[in-house]
């Protein structure tokens, strides 16, 4: 009874929603009575299934319930703005719902298909002209109003990354400061034994990049790793197949880049000043 | 004694004490950045639901309030129940819906609410006067700037349109009695409140005797729980939700965010202990000879633990000061961000200092830098004198 006051409550919706993928149908020859298309969470937590027959209210306990059978399950696309979003959905034929709900011969909006090109503008064009408390609105304007949340949360995530990127390039410069650092002895006995300066700094230098890369490696590796540790957990949390973490070949490009300016330019940094200071101060006398 | 030791041994690498000391200081600040995301919207949200004590929301059964365009059917009988369940002090009427303010230009469309002025929790008089009479309406300051309205003004508005015949719909001429700050708004939102029997004789048939949602006051010594329970059963077509339970859903929903600082926090602690560690382990051996005199002169063990083990809080300890201004600069600028959401209430916050909260993550930072420094200080107090001397000697 539940399932069904909670279907019932969202009735309303089904005339708002789109895009969702038919994963399973039963053959049009069993089609004579009304039917409907659940949600794939709804017919799993209701334990529903193709063929059943449900019964579809306004209210919780209305007396004008109607009967109808379920012909298909469907399942959400991945769409980042239903994430959050848990309620059921059912899908139903617009005259049944608009009887169901004893809604009229009214509708909440029209997706209108056009030939394309110029055509789009000049059909948005004749509506509006044509309008009276309705207006007609580019599929491109809808996709920025509805994209705002997103924009703001890609915008926190680029935030966070300046952050963490500063904070591991600090820790990465400290690291690879010290490292080379703990070479002053090795440092000191190519000096003594007349290897030159240069010699020096890039010997070091082709160390701290060579770390540098490892680490980046072992950093992406883990990254992939994590990346789908998150992506099977939120999309086990929202039941969404959306994909929260992506690792595209430019971040691992972006990052092996960063690690390795900042190891390099440790290394150069340190490097020369050990070179600069005198082998027997190095070796502590 | 000690202090100046340890004092002398940073000062000893000023460019790699300083960098330490940056490199903790980003990781306090995100520390304390992740603990405020993760109890600021929880405090705020919490704040918000309890503004003007209601502490029960009852919407449609399986709705959130305003999840839907769902409504509560016979919303005086309705209304006449919830009243009746013990420890119920009050009970507001919401009723949502869209008007269109006419005028010379284009309509004006903005959210309406259908309250009691008497017990409504919606919105918070700024000036002018609360509707009382059926025609009277208050408005935000986004709603006046849209309309060009002002109090005292008479504005055309209607809840529809019909196409076919071009005309409006519960048409009705309001008179502005006031300016309202909407407290479940955001600031950019058109809104209006007026009496609920006018926003439902406006909507005629679909909306007659019909509420979008209640909100219920129940007395100081009532548990809230049992009063929504006792709801419920009074009233199986609706679905009550305490504060606490709105609160849950709205972590549920905004899990990622609470998780995100979870594991973010957790990497700069572990960033921040790995630091020090580092940087105190170095410094312990580049100065094995010097810590071997010390013990050979006569110095304890302990003596030599104290002084390292002071080195790493004071690194940390810099570190979690700067860490706190920098913290609280950051998370300005990232609540400013959030703050962008399209619709989220002004009293919301993401970021949220809390005194208690914030020092608890930078003692736990400090914590970390002292167990950094006791390990190699351990290590380095433990090392045999004379082999240590000797081998410092020979090289």
């Known amino acids: 009874m539940s399932i069904v006051s909670r279907v019932i409550a969202l009735c309303s919706l089904a005339l708002a929603t789109a895009h969702a993928q038919r994963i399973d149908s039963i053959p049009a020859a069993a089609k004579a009575e009304r039917t409907i298309a659940i949600d794939e969470r709804l017919a799993s937590d209701a334990g529903i299934r193709v063929g059943d027959r449900v019964v579809l209210a306004p209210e919780p306990g209305s007396a004008s319930g109607d009967t109808a059978r379920v012909s298909a399950i469907v399942r959400r696309r991945a769409d980042p703005s239903e994430v959050a979003r848990s309620e059921y959905r059912v899908r139903l034929h617009l005259d049944h719902l608009q009887r169901l709900i004893d809604y009229g011969d009214r509708v909440d909006r029209f997706a209108v298909l056009t030939a394309g090109g110029t055509a789009a503008d000049s059909v948005l064009r004749r509506i509006n002209a044509a309008a009276f408390g309705f207006r007609a609105y580019p599929s491109r304007e809808i996709a920025v109003e509805t994209s705002k949340t997103f924009l703001v949360v890609s915008r926190f995530h680029r935030a966070i990354g300046v952050i963490t990127i500063v904070a591991s390039a600090t820790f990465l410069l400290c690291i690879m400061l010290l490292k080379v650092d703990e070479r002053r002895r090795d440092v000191a006995a190519m000096r003594l034994m007349g290897i030159s300066r240069s010699t020096v700094v890039r010997s070091v230098m082709l160390e701290s990049s060579f770390i540098a890369l490892l680490g980046s490696v072992f950093g992406v590796v883990l990254g992939l790793i994590v990346s789908a540790f998150v992506n099977a957990h939120y999309q086990s949390v929202y039941r969404t197949p959306l994909r929260f973490a992506i690792i595209t070949p430019s971040t691992v490009a972006y990052s092996v880049a960063l690690s390795l300016v900042l190891g390099v330019g440790a290394g150069a940094l340190a490097a020369r000043r050990l070179a600069r200071t005198p082998p027997l101060t190095l070796f502590g006398r | ?395």
């Open chain 2, 1 to 395: 004694m000690r202090l100046q030791l340890a004092g002398r041994s940073l000062r000893r690498n000023v460019s790699r004490t300083l960098l330490a000391t940056l490199g903790v200081a980003v990781s306090a600040a995100m520390l304390l950045d992740m603990v405020m995301l993760a109890t600021g919207m929880r405090e705020s949200f919490a704040s918000l639901l309890g503004r003007n004590g209601f502490t029960i929301r009852v919407s449609p059964r399986g709705t959130l309030p305003f999840d839907s365009e769902a409504t509560i059917g016979q919303g005086a009988d309705a209304a006449a129940a919830i009243a009746g369940v013990p420890g119920v002090t009050a009970v507001a009427p919401v009723l949502g819906a869209t008007i269109h303010v006419l005028g010379s230009g284009p309509a004006v469309t903005a959210f309406a609410l259908g309250i009691d002025p008497a017990v409504q929790g919606d919105y918070e008089l700024l000036d002018g006067a609360e509707p009382t009479a059926p025609d009277a309406v208050v408005a935000s300051d986004a709603f006046l700037r849209a309309t060009n309205a002002h109090i005292g003004d008479t504005i055309d508005v209607a809840v529809g349109f019909d196409p076919q015949l071009r005309t409006y719909q519960g048409r009705r001429r309001l008179v502005v009695s006031g300016r309202a700050h909407f407290v479940y708004l955001s600031a950019d939102d058109r809104a209006a409140a007026l009496q609920l029997g006018t926003v439902q004789a406006m909507a005629g048939r679909e909306r007659a005797d019909r509420v979008s949602l209640f909100m219920v006051r129940t007395a100081p010594n009532v548990d809230p729980e049992v009063a929504r329970a006792a709801i419920e059963r009074a009233l199986p077509r609706v679905t009550a939700l305490s504060t606490a339970a709105a609160i849950a859903e709205a972590e549920r929903r905004l899990s990622y965010f609470r998780q995100l600082a979870f594991i973010l926090g957790a990497v700069s602690l572990i960033v921040g202990f790995l630091l020090v560690s580092t940087i105190i382990t170095v410094s312990v051996n580049e100065r094995v000879g010097e810590i071997a005199v010390m013990r050979a002169i006569g110095v304890s063990r302990w003596h030599i633990v104290q002084q390292i083990t002071i080195e790493g809080v004071a690194l940390s300890l810099t570190g979690a000061v700067a860490g706190l201004l920098l913290g609280i600069v950051t998370a300005r600028y990232l609540n400013s961000i959030l703050r962008g959401f399209p619709g989220l209430p002004d009293a919301i916050d993401f970021f949220l200092f809390q005194p208690s909260a914030a020092f608890r993550a930078l003692g736990l930072l400090v914590a970390s830098g002292i167990i950094a420094g006791i390990y190699p200080s351990w290590r380095a107090a433990s090392l045999p004198i004379s082999g240590t001397l000797r081998e410092e000697a020979v090289g």
